[in-house]
């Protein structure tokens, strides 16, 4: 019987800060996937030149073409992020923007966590942002985690045990959604 495969995750951190919530958050949620999903950490959102369509196509940056890429090669995208003066993080909406023109995400499974203090504002934004770009059942692939340093630990372990409940079951509903996506 020849293996399966498992399906390929890109995760991208909202925080351009390697010791991040948001790090940390990825990591544990890669320990808790690890049977299901291949998940790849994308670390160079903070070096992608700012978003001008007029670069965009043949002048296109070699950084935002890999970028492209590997999101083109996953079968789902997991996004992290903290929440930023109750928006979205620069250097995430500018990556995010590299990707209009060329639909990377639409109809691709994607998951979105805001682990912040509060996280609503932000959340709500990118939650709109990613409707407008057609991301694969975005309303019942996300959560907003508040309070997010008292339940997730520097050692990329999810302490609470309400968040740790929710964040498994937001894991499943995502594995299954990316297999769904793979059968159609």
């Not at 351009?16 to 291949?38: F, G, P």
């Not at 923007?97 to 639409?106: G, I, L, M, N, Q």
């Not at 609503?120 to 057609?134: D, Q």
């Amino acid at each position: 019987m020849i293996p399966q495969r498992k399906p390929r995750v890109v995760a991208i951190a909202g925080s351009t800060r390697q010791n991040s919530v948001n790090h940390s958050l990825i990591k544990a949620l890669a320990d808790l996937a690890a049977d299901r999903l291949d998940m790849i950490v994308y670390e160079g959102i903070g070096s992608l030149p700012s978003f001008n369509p007029d670069h965009d196509g043949e002048k296109v940056d070699a950084s935002v073409a890999e970028f492209r890429q590997l999101l083109r090669t996953a079968n789902g995208l997991l996004i992290c992020t903290p929440e930023y003066a109750r928006g979205v993080p620069g250097s995430l909406k500018n990556a995010i923007d590299w990707t209009v023109s060329t639909a990377e995400f639409p109809h691709k499974p994607t998951m979105l966590i805001t682990a912040s203090t509060d996280g609503t504002y932000g959340h709500r934004a990118l939650m709109e942002t990613l409707k407008a770009l057609e991301a694969k059942n975005i309303e019942n692939l996300q959560l907003v985690i508040q309070h997010a340093k008292t339940k997730i630990s520097a050692d990329h372990t999810i302490t609470d045990e309400g968040t740790l409940s929710a964040v498994e079951e937001l894991l499943a509903r995502f594995v299954q959604t990316i297999n769904d996506h793979k059968i159609e």
